[in-house]
């Protein structure tokens, strides 16, 4: 299990980098793909199943492709967007690597976390959450349609050819 | 309370009467209207301080205080606007509504052709006015008011022409000499009402004697009072002032210039006679001011070839000898010498002017001559003046001169020798200016001189037998008189109360004076008409000392350099550099700072939306570093 | 299935911390980095997936079903998001025939 | 209730002049408005029962909207009620722009005036303070002459700067104030503030009326905009919003932080004299009337602000008589100022000469009005700073010379434009000059009266304040306590 | 919650009304549903009750919040009748929108759970991206939506981080109890849970554009229709705001201290760049863009200064910002459609002249908004001084001060330009409704600002 949580770990990191690294926009879909699998793999390791069918079927199933569609759609591919400087780049690169230092050593600095409950390894399975998600979550639950509703009448007034 | 004597209220109001008619209904009046109504002013109020002088006398009291009501009430301060009437404002009332009244009639004569005769007598009015206002105060405040008002009429009669810009200049030069001199003597009021909590004469001069001869404050506030005095009596160092008075019309020089205004500096500190008695620092200060400005005022009179000019620096002479007259203690001295001089100076003037009137508006001595035949009165009148200043007994000016000489010979021997070279010098200018204009040929070709008309002459008349016959008013003891004046005047101030001279003594100064007055007369005589002697014109070369005397020691140059320039220098200075470069500019600067400074954070929003991650990213950063080491 | 065992039991918290930072960090210097804004737009999908993780970590480490209630949430809005986006890149694709996000630079100063 | 009644009529009558169309008609009411005012005023002052108004404004903050007064206020009252009526007349006859809006504006300035002389709260008073500011502004950015648009902001933003510092230290004061918070200045006068505290209170309070004065650092918005502005505008500007200054530091300073008063005593003076001198010499300098006219209200306004700053009874009475003395006269100087103009179409001094010969009356009238400019005796200028070089004297000596050199140059430079413009010869352009018409007299001659009769009989006005002036300094003597503490 | 309910189902209600093709009846069904809203709240005044498990509280707070937004929604539907007449296309959807919209700004006043303000956020700003970019083929439409939606979501993505950061320390959502962990720890926080705090106060404060986090409004300002804009500077910013009261007033105070200082360096940021910024600004609608910032900074001020008034004044502050607001929108609408799609301050310069009504109601406007007495602008200004300074946050108090007379300046700078006269000034048209409403506005800045109040909550 550690094993597997390393060897998850490096190709998830991996391939983000690869997706941030790649100049074409198709490779760059399809690493990231690989990374999203990689987190499913990795929320099965934490027991957690139901987010682990969502990803595959949310993220890899639809977000992604929707992401191919339009690259495909307009062609992306075949479009070169001029690379930024280098300057901008090592800026980049340093201003991350300061905020993943900083990161690091504000959730390391000398404090303990305590769990909160006793631990479960059942909560992260399709009951668990459901019953979690219908009950204390309900009302989130129902208003995320209203979210679903304005960006489909969004993508809906951008698509749309008007005559 | 003296019955009758609110008569004396009306000697100040006529003549405010007189002005408000006048300057009001100045546009209606025709001729010589406005004339008529301003002397007939000014001679009513003559009358009535005649009689009041008897009223006062009748009464047995030494004085007699008028309140007309409450000025200004503030706290401890309390001024009354009151007169008092007593034998100092006695002596100067008459002689301003006397002397006062002969001018104003003489000047319906001399201004008949000037179209604005009505606003001229309206002025002179006002300054009637003033003046008394001044000599009647029974306060400092009261004198104060008087003393800016004469101020304002001497600037506006001055400024009478006041299409030339010079005259305007020299009126103006004239009001702030004599603001300089204010602004001392505001500040000795102010001193004085500190002191006494008071600045009436009366409680003044009773609480004065509490203090020590020599007394700092008393000191100061002498000082300060001498100040205004210096102002506007032209004393040195304020005196060119009234040479350059003489752009006014002549009655004007006669009545503000010589007779009335400038003494009341003298006055001033006759009245303050009690105080000066307690500071004889400032006592010395006063004889040393009187003698430099008499000598001076003589030495550059020697030189002057402008009639006026010559009398105005007589006139500055003269006033020196007033002050010292001052500065030994002997007031009432002073105030005769007042008297007297108001008589010839009038005099002098007058006749200048009547001279200035004939030769068509000529003043320059050079040009005139041979007058004696054309203008008979005008000669022997100026004579009489002429003769009365230089101090020949037993015309006026010898009684009040000699009696300066001779406190001056008891003060100080040195003092009392200057004062005689002054003396001397004194009769030759004014016997170098008769002889020229009267004595030889007539210098100016084409022009026609008449005598004046009786409008001019009788005031002249009138002027000359004072002239001769004012000095018997204080006949000295020596000469079996009894300081008739001198006594009358006692009651009003105090004087020292040195030893007598013995009269052995007095009469060998007086033959010692008298021969060498007349020296110089012969001498006068002499060079300018024996030998016919003109001076040169303005062009020629002149000796290093006849330069410098005929250009007045530079003094005006040198009051130029020292306030003049440096003034308009900061003037210009503060708005070009101070207000235009540095004040104006910080605060716009501020401003313009601020509007740099927003175009610069304007620039950071620069629409490019990597940068916008970038400073999000940044500032995110910091923000963490910041809340984790604080 | 009713015993399954959970990685965290194994594996301490602060892995799975220091991992998702990374990945947040990844993502970060991808949206500083490029400047091709479908990248950018994955880059954001990808800072999105490490902040699930992370509380997927914390939910399993709590015992709390709460957290991976937050991340279907999370979900939710990151489908939601990418729909209006990808439009709106589509739209952009249109109006400037490109999408360079430095393109867009007219609304300044 | 008379206190509201003042306070609104010229408001409301402002506003119903939109109604008139016919611009005498607009003129006539405004004017008739004013003059009722006036006469209010004047029975207010005169008659003995004290007046007062409150009602509650916002409760939670303290906020009363309370109307009252007391001798400092009814001198500032008379002041305006006296002045606008000639600031209204200005305007007859005279081809303007939007009359109905002009008068309009320079009523509901009057009304704000009037608001802050009454105001009885900090907070009221600030508001008031505000909006006084407003109409004025638009007066002169729309009537204005050249160079408005940038001169008027300048001047807006910076009174308006010294203003936020009043409003920071009225809030500061406010909550300092004990149990529910309060803006009343009977309860600021309550305040006991540490000194170290009132020494930068001070100035915070002090910004705001040094602007508006101005003393010396802070005048330099002033010339330009007196120069810039409309002769009504400049006549409220100089001749009443001035006393704002006067009167808010007067109504603050003194009662609220008397130590931080004491500490900066003699800095204030200082300055004040400073501006004295400087703005005299600057005013001889000015090639332009208007200018030079704005110098010279400069170097008087510091020499009262001086004074103030000795608090001695002296000082303070010929203050308040002064603010009535240098109102009117100022008004008449600009108002003179505009004729000039209208004659002889300039304000320069190269193009101006010789007006006497023209207009012998006017001319006449410019030189009382000269004169009373600088103080001679008998005419109001004198008796205010005769005493209020009294009190300066009572500081120190060198102070009431400093302060008195104001009779020497205000003689230079007054004389100086009074001769550039009545004197010399007759400029070639002054063919068509005709002397003052009716209406000029009208305004012109009531000023005068005012100048002269107050500087002969100037007793009213120090009764009327008498009493205020004493209290004052019965509330100034904690500092004398202090003071005697400090010396001995 | 009824509210809520009633004004999801209005928003697909109006959905359904596009179908009708009849843009007229759009604004009077919106603007009617929105009154019963107003009513539905007003009924819950006072009741505080808590809806599914404390996911969302209606306590007065967030009702007197709402009735706000409601109030200056149906204000902006108003002017809406008038500048929806000439947009042909999607009409519906755009009320359906802001509908949508304004549903999550009433969840940012009323949670009480950590995903509810995210749900609130989501909600709010999804609609307002589309919004931006409502006109389609509009190159700064386009842009100013791309702007907001990019840097939207990657402040979304740092919100999250932080609400992951801050539930792996606390093991919860609700503020309560986030509340009570905090306070175990005496005010020394460990630094993950610093940090998360501060990454959600960081998502909240770019929403209300608060500096360094405000790059993208100017931009989104300028570039989205201007209905929007006035959408945006006033309903989401008082959501914003009211979302940033809760989250400090629930879940932070008494704030750590390093946090605390943190959002007073923002604070002074905001205020310094806000003003500055639109000192030489040129374009009046950046111009209002910055000064919106700028007035965040005053909010914030008021924010910070914890007092048990700051809810009430933070309320009145951003509704009569927004009532002052709208209102100048508007007139800039009028103005550019007269003056041919300029935007500059130059179109202004002649209105006095034109139209010295409008003239005068838009310097009352610009006088409150500059903060001038007695408008309410002054008032809410002076509360926010009172607060900050009875706090003894003197400093901070002058540099307000000092960046409040540069408000100024540019406000009556503009003024300036009304007041200045043209040549030829543009023919601005006004609708009797558009009139109406401006006068109404403005005669309520002014009534506001005399009757000052003052609510428990």
Redesign the interface.
């Given at each position: 299990m550690v094993f597997l949580f390393y060897f998850l770990s490096a190709i998830m990191v991996i391939s983000a980098l690869l997706v941030v690294s790649t100049r074409s926009p198709i490779n760059s879909v399809i690493y990231l793909i690989v990374c999203f699998i990689t987190m499913a793999g990795h929320y099965i390791l934490l027991n957690a199943q139901f987010l682990a069918v969502v990803q595959i079927i949310v993220y890899t199933g639809a977000i992604m492709v929707l992401f191919l569609f339009v690259i495909m759609l307009l062609n992306l591919n075949k479009i070169t967007v001029p690379t930024k400087t280098s300057l901008t780049r090592i800026a980049a690169l340093i201003t991350g690597g300061l905020f993943f230092l900083v990161l690091i050593a504000a959730t390391r600095l000398t404090f303990e976390i305590h769990p909160r409950y006793a631990f479960d390894s059942k909560i992260g399975l399709v009951s668990e959450v459901g019953k979690t998600l219908f009950g204390e979550f309900l009302l989130p639950f129902e208003l995320s349609s209203v979210i679903f509703i304005s960006s489909m009448v969004g993508a809906v007034m951008f698509g749309k050819k008007d005559k | 309370m003296i019955p009758h004597m609110n008569l004396a209220l009306l000697v100040p109001a006529l003549p405010l009467l007189g002005f408000l008619i006048t300057g009001l209904g100045y546009k209606r009046f025709r001729n010589n209207q406005a004339g008529i109504i301003a002397s007939s002013a000014v001679g009513l109020s003559f009358l009535i301080s005649l009689s009041s002088l008897f009223v006062l006398r009748n009464s047995g009291q030494d004085s007699a205080t008028l309140t007309l009501f409450n000025w200004i009430s503030v706290g401890k301060m309390n001024i009354p606007f009151a007169f008092l009437i007593d034998h100092l404002s006695l002596t100067m009332m008459l002689i301003i509504t006397g002397v006062g009244t002969l001018i104003h009639i003489y000047s319906i004569g001399y201004m008949h052709a000037d179209n604005r005769v009505n606003s001229f007598f309206a002025q002179m009015n006002l300054f009637t006015f003033s003046m008394l206002l001044l000599v009647m105060g029974a306060n400092y405040l009261i004198l104060f008011i008087g003393w800016e008002g004469v101020g304002l009429c001497s600037y506006l009669l001055i400024g009478f022409w006041f299409e030339n810009p010079a005259f305007n200049y020299a009126a103006r030069k004239a009001f702030v000499m004599n603001r300089i001199g204010d602004l001392g003597f505001i500040l000795g009021i102010i001193l004085l009402f500190f002191t006494f909590n008071s600045v009436s004469f009366s409680e003044v001069f009773a609480q004065a004697s509490s203090f020590q001869v020599g007394a700092p404050v008393i000191t100061l506030i002498t000082m300060l009072l001498l100040v205004g005095a210096v102002g506007k009596s032209a004393q040195i160092p304020l005196f060119t002032w009234l040479p350059d008075a003489m752009a006014g019309p002549t009655p004007v020089s006669a009545l503000i210039h010589a007779a009335t205004m400038v003494t009341a500096g003298i006055y001033m500190i006759a009245r303050s006679s009690v105080l000066y008695i307690l500071a004889p620092t400032t006592l010395t200060l006063i004889t040393i001011i009187g003698l430099a400005t008499a000598l001076l005022g003589a030495i550059i009179g020697l030189k002057q070839n402008d009639i006026k000019k010559v009398l105005a620096y007589s006139t500055v002479s003269q006033l020196g000898y007033m002050f010292i007259a001052l500065g030994v203690g002997a007031f009432s001295t002073a105030v005769f010498h007042v008297t007297t001089h108001a008589f010839f100076k009038a005099l002098l003037f007058l006749g200048a002017g009547s001279i200035i009137h004939a030769m068509g508006g000529e003043q320059d001595i050079r040009k005139m001559g041979g007058l004696r035949t054309k203008m008979p009165v005008t000669y022997w009148t100026f004579l009489a003046a002429t003769l009365a200043i230089s101090g020949i007994p037993p015309f006026s000016g010898f009684f009040s001169k000699d009696l300066i000489l001779s406190k001056a010979f008891e003060h100080n021997f040195i003092l009392y020798i200057l004062a005689l070279g002054g003396a001397l010098l004194t009769s030759f200018y004014m016997f170098r200016l008769l002889y020229l204009v009267f004595f030889g040929e007539q210098r100016l070709a084409g022009s026609h001189p008449h005598e004046s008309p009786k409008v001019m002459t009788i005031p002249l008349i009138i002027l000359a037998i004072l002239s001769v016959f004012g000095g018997f008013l204080n006949v000295p003891t020596l000469f079996g008189g009894d300081s008739n004046f001198g006594v009358f005047l006692q009651k009003a101030m105090t004087s020292f109360s040195g030893e007598e001279l013995s009269h052995t003594t007095e009469i060998s100064l007086i033959l010692i004076s008298s021969l060498l007055i007349g020296l110089v007369i012969l001498f006068a005589y002499r060079t300018f008409v024996t030998k016919v002697l003109v001076p040169k014109a303005d062009g020629e070369p002149m000796s290093f000392f006849g330069k410098f005397i005929t250009n007045k020691f530079y003094i005006d140059e040198f009051y130029a350099t020292i306030f003049e320039k440096p003034f308009r220098f900061l003037s210009g200075f503060l708005y070009q550099k101070i207000e235009t470069t540095i004040l104006n500019p910080a605060i716009e600067g501020i401003g313009v700072a601020t509007l740099k400074l927003g175009e610069l954070v304007r620039k950071i929003q620069r629409g490019n939306m990597s940068f916008y991650f970038f400073a999000m990213v940044a500032g995110i950063l910091l923000f963490i570093i910041f809340i984790l080491t604080i | 299935m009713k015993n399954f065992s959970s990685a965290i039991q194994v594996i301490p918290l602060e892995h799975y911390i220091i991992l998702c930072t990374t990945l947040f960090c990844i993502g970060l210097v991808g949206v500083l980095y490029r400047r091709n804004t479908i990248i950018i737009l994955m880059c954001i999908e990808l800072m999105f997936n490490s902040v699930n993780l992370l509380l997927t970590a914390f939910s399993a480490y709590h015992s709390d079903p709460a957290g991976q209630v937050f991340v279907f949430f999370i979900m939710i809005v990151a489908a939601a998001e990418v729909a209006v986006g990808l439009s709106i890149l589509v739209m952009m694709k249109r109006n400037v025939d490109s999408v360079d996000i430095n393109l867009l630079n007219r609304l300044k100063w | 209730m008379i206190l509201l009644i003042i306070l609104l009529i010229p408001f409301l009558t402002g506003s119903f002049l939109f109604l008139f169309r016919n611009n005498s008609s607009i003129r006539f009411v405004a004017l008739a408005a004013s003059v009722v005012n006036l006469l209010l005023t004047l029975l207010l002052a005169f008659s003995a029962s004290a007046s007062n108004f409150a009602i509650n404004w916002i409760n939670f903050m303290g906020v009363q909207f309370a109307l009252g007064y007391d001798g400092i206020s009814l001198i500032m009252l008379i002041l305006t009620n006296l002045l606008f009526p000639f600031i209204l007349l200005a305007g007859f006859n005279r081809d303007q722009k939007n009359v109905s809006q002009l008068n309009f504006l320079i009523l509901s300035t009057q009304s704000a005036l009037i608001g802050v002389f009454l105001a009885q709260n900090a907070f009221l008073f600030y508001v008031f303070w505000e909006l006084a500011l407003i109409p004025v502004y638009f007066i002169l950015l729309i009537w204005g002459g050249d160079g408005r648009r940038s001169i008027t902001l300048k001047f807006f933003i910076y009174t308006l700067t010294g203003s936020l510092f009043l409003l920071f230290g009225i809030i500061y004061l406010y909550h300092l104030t004990p149990g529910n918070h309060s803006t009343d200045f009977a309860i600021f006068r309550q305040l006991h503030i540490p000194e170290s505290n009132q020494i930068w209170l001070f100035w915070i309070l002090f910004i705001a009326f040094a602007i508006k004065m101005p003393v010396f650092p802070f005048h330099t918005w002033q010339p330009s905009t007196y120069t810039m502005a409309p002769t009504q505008g400049v006549m409220i500007l100089a001749g009443v919003m001035t006393k704002m200054g006067i009167y808010g530091a007067l109504r603050f300073l003194f009662p609220i932080v008397p130590l931080g008063v004491l500490y900066w005593q003699n800095t204030i003076i200082i300055l004040s004299l400073i501006g004295v001198v400087y703005a005299s010499t600057i005013a001889f300098r000015q090639s332009n009337l208007k200018k030079l006219v704005a110098y010279s209200s400069m170097a008087h306004i510091s020499l009262m602000v001086a004074a103030m700053f000795v608090q001695n009874q002296f000082a303070l009475q010929g203050l308040l008589f002064q603010v009535i003395s240098h109102g009117v006269t100022i008004v008449a100087l600009f108002y003179l100022v505009l004729i000039i103009k209208e004659k002889t179409g300039t304000q320069e001094f190269q193009q101006m000469g010789g007006l006497k010969l023209k207009a012998p009356q006017m001319s006449i009238i410019f030189l009382i009005v000269v004169l009373g400019s600088i103080a001679l005796p008998l005419t109001a200028g004198f008796v205010g700073e005769l005493l209020m070089i009294t009190g300066l004297f009572r500081q120190s000596a060198w102070f009431a010379f400093i302060g008195g050199t104001t009779m020497i140059l205000g003689a230079i430079y007054m004389l100086y434009a009074y001769q550039r413009v009545m004197l010399g010869e007759e400029k070639s352009t002054h063919e068509k000059i005709t002397d003052l018409k009716s209406l000029d007299y009208l305004i012109l001659v009531p000023l005068i009266a005012i100048i002269l009769v107050l500087g002969i009989y100037p007793q009213p006005i120090f009764n009327l304040v008498e009493e205020s002036v004493r209290s004052m300094q019965n509330l100034l003597s904690p500092i004398a306590t202090v003071v005697s503490a400090i010396v001995h | 919650m009824s509210a809520l309910i009633f004004t999801?189902v209005l928003?697909?209600i109006l959905?359904y009304l596009g179908f009708v093709k009849n843009k007229a009846i759009l604004a009077p069904v919106a603007i009617a549903g929105l009154m019963i809203t107003l009513f539905l709240l007003f009924k819950d005044w006072g009741l505080g009750s808590k809806?599914?498990?404390d996911?969302?509280v209606f306590d007065n707070f967030s009702i007197a919040f709402n009735i706000s937004m409601v109030i200056i929604t149906i204000l902006i539907f108003f002017f809406g009748i008038d500048y929806y007449e000439a947009l042909?296309?999607?009409v519906a959807?755009h009320y359906?929108?802001m509908i949508?919209?304004l549903?999550?700004a009433f969840?940012m006043t009323s949670f009480s759970n950590l995903?509810?303000l995210?749900?609130g956020i989501?909600?709010l700003s999804?609609?307002l991206?589309?919004l931006a970019?409502?006109k389609?083929?509009s190159?700064?439409s386009?842009?100013?939506?791309?702007?907001y939606?990019?840097?939207g979501?990657?402040?979304?993505?740092?919100f999250?981080?932080g609400?992951?950061?801050v539930?792996?320390?606390s093991?919860?959502?609700y503020l309560p109890e986030i509340k009570i962990f905090i306070s175990q720890f005496n005010g020394h926080l460990?630094?993950?849970?610093?940090?998360g705090l501060?990454?959600i106060l960081?998502g909240v404060a770019?929403k209300v554009a608060v500096a360094?986090?405000h790059?993208?409004s100017?931009?989104?300002y300028?570039?989205a229709p201007t209905l929007v804009t006035a959408f945006m500077s006033t309903v989401v910013k008082t959501a914003g705001f009211a979302a940033f009261f809760r989250l400090l007033n629930m879940g932070l105070l008494p704030l750590p201290?390093?946090?605390e200082?943190?959002l007073w360096?923002?604070t002074g940021l905001t205020l310094?760049?806000g003003?500055?910024?639109?000192?030489?600004?040129t374009n009046f609608k950046?111009l209002l863009a910055y000064s919106s910032i700028a007035h965040s900074g005053f909010i914030m001020l008021a924010m910070l200064s914890q007092h048990n008034?700051s809810a009430s004044v933070i309320l009145y502050y951003t509704f009569v910002y927004s009532l002052a607001t709208v209102p100048i929108f508007i007139i800039f609408i009028l103005m550019k459609r007269a003056a041919d799609g300029s935007e500059e301050l130059s179109i202004f310069r002649g209105l006095?002249k034109q139209k010295p009504w409008i003239a005068v109601f838009l310097t009352i406007l610009l006088?409150s908004m500059a903060g001038?007495?007695?408008t309410s602008g002054?008032m809410a200004k002076?509360?926010v001084?009172?607060l900050s300074?009875?706090q003894g946050y003197?400093g901070i108090?002058?540099v307000a001060?000092?960046m409040?007379?540069?408000g100024?300046?540019y406000y009556?700078?503009v003024m300036?330009e009304v007041?200045?006269e043209r040549e030829q000034s543009y023919p601005i048209q006004v609708s009797k409704i558009n009139a109406a409403l401006i006068v109404v506005c403005g005669v309520a800045v002014v009534m506001l600002g005399i009757f000052?109040w003052?609510l428990p909550i």
């Open positions: - | - | - | - | 999801i928003g697909i959905l809806y599914f498990h996911m969302i042909e296309f999607h959807e359906a929108l949508f919209a549903t999550g969840l995903i509810m995210f749900l989501e909600i999804i609609p991206y589309v970019g409502g389609k083929y190159y700064r386009n842009e100013a939506s791309f702007k939606f990019m840097l979501s990657f402040a979304t993505t740092i999250l981080f609400v992951a950061l539930y792996g320390a093991a919860t959502f460990p630094p993950m849970m610093l940090v501060l990454f960081i770019f360094p986090f790059f993208w100017p931009d989104v300028e570039g201290v390093p946090l200082k943190a360096v923002m310094l760049i003003n500055l910024a639109a000192l030489k600004q950046r008034t006095y006088m001038i007495p007695p002054f002076y509360q001084f009172v300074i009875s003197l108090s002058i001060i000092l409040a007379v540069i100024i300046y009556f700078f300036r007041f200045t000052v003052n």
